[in-house]
């Protein structure tokens, strides 16, 4: 898989881009900009965590995603008794007496982490070396995981009795906080239309892992101006109340801003985004597109915030505004 080009190999990735939506629709209805946003971040390298009710098809939508892409997939369910052995593997003795390692279920380029904060922060933690450093560490030996490696971690906003709030170390490992809302009445009809038949849809195959490491890449060699760095981390600036750049809105009502995590993955964010609308170069406009899903996790409302009933991304589009 070669292009003459990096021009040629963006445009091949916007037609891959298209097919791969045309596949992922005949399984998911609706949900356009989930799906958008979970593809951008499986091309800047990130991980996603997904935020919905249950019943929103959001285990579906993961395997349909991981088949698309032709990557294997392990589903994680998360309960208060799941041990770290129970993620990463474990050591056990063979017949000849000698140790030897048994995978766990995050050897897998893509790992839907089931209501994750379900479990304590201790096994959560078995979670962080592999988002972070792409390798898992047993008894002391390094174990690489094969790459592209994706996590998306469920949660549900509704049930908060015995759940574990995610340390912000962890939260701020996942690109993208991404709200699933309900489908519209018409999207409904169709889904159920769709699901209530003997009819069962398998996606074709879009892609290859080899090609998505190199579109990977690519992403990262888009061009940048200089306006938009400037934009992106004045926008997360923006965020640190009682600091130079903060405005009044965000010193009345946060109390803990973005870190330069953020402004990283608004840069790379806007970088896929504009590629996948058929641009060679981010503009601000795609830094703002992808701005919500990053900061989302990033920013903690105060306690007036909370009293007056203003919502995060309120904060957000008020800083946008600004």
């Known amino acids: 898989m070669k292009y003459s080009s990096d021009v040629e190999a963006v445009d091949a990735l916007v037609e891959k881009y298209a097919l791969l939506k045309q596949e992922i629709a005949k399984v998911i209805v609706g949900q356009d ?7 951008i971040s499986i091309f800047c390298k990130g991980h996603c965590l997904l935020i919905g009710v249950p019943g929103l098809a959001k285990t579906l939508m993961v395997n349909t995603l991981s088949k698309a892409l032709g990557l294997s997939y392990s589903r994680i369910q998360f309960t208060p008794d799941l041990m770290p052995s129970d993620i990463i593997g474990t050591e056990i003795l063979d017949e000849s007496r000698h140790f030897r390692f048994i995978k766990g279920p995050v050897f897998a380029n893509i790992i839907l982490a089931d209501e994750i ?35 998306l971690a469920t949660q549900n906003p509704i049930e908060q009795e015995g759940t574990y709030p995610l340390p912000e170390a962890q939260l701020d490992r996942f690109m993208f906080n991404i709200w699933l809302d309900y489908p519209s009445f018409e999207e409904e009809i169709q889904i159920v239309k769709s699901t209530t038949t003997e009819k069962s849809v398998i996606p074709s195959i879009i892609l290859s892992s080899e090609e998505i490491l190199y579109f990977q890449n690519l992403v990262r060699k ?15 600036t923006k965020t640190r109340p009682r600091t130079s750049h903060a405005t009044d809105w965000t010193n009345e009502y946060l109390t803990w801003g973005a870190g330069p995590r953020a402004s990283q993955y608004l840069i790379i964010g806007a970088k896929c985004h504009a590629i996948l609308g058929g641009k060679y170069s981010p503009d601000i406009e795609d830094v703002k597109a992808v701005a ?10 105060n306690y007036k915030a909370e009293a007056e009933g203003i919502t995060v991304e309120a904060i957000i589009k008020k800083l946008l505004d600004s």
């Open 33 to 39: 900009e989930v799906v958008k946003n979970l593809l």
């Open 117 to 151: 904060n379900r479990t304590p922060p201790k096994t959560q933690s078995a979670l962080l070396e592999a988002m972070q450093e792409k390798a898992v560490t047993v008894a002391g030996v390094s174990y690489k995981l094969e790459e592209p490696f994706f996590v």
């Open 222 to 236: 888009i061009p940048v101006p200089e306006n938009v760095y400037n934009y992106a981390v004045s926008l997360v």
């Open 292 to 301: 919500t899903a990053v900061l989302r996790h990033r920013i903690v409302r």
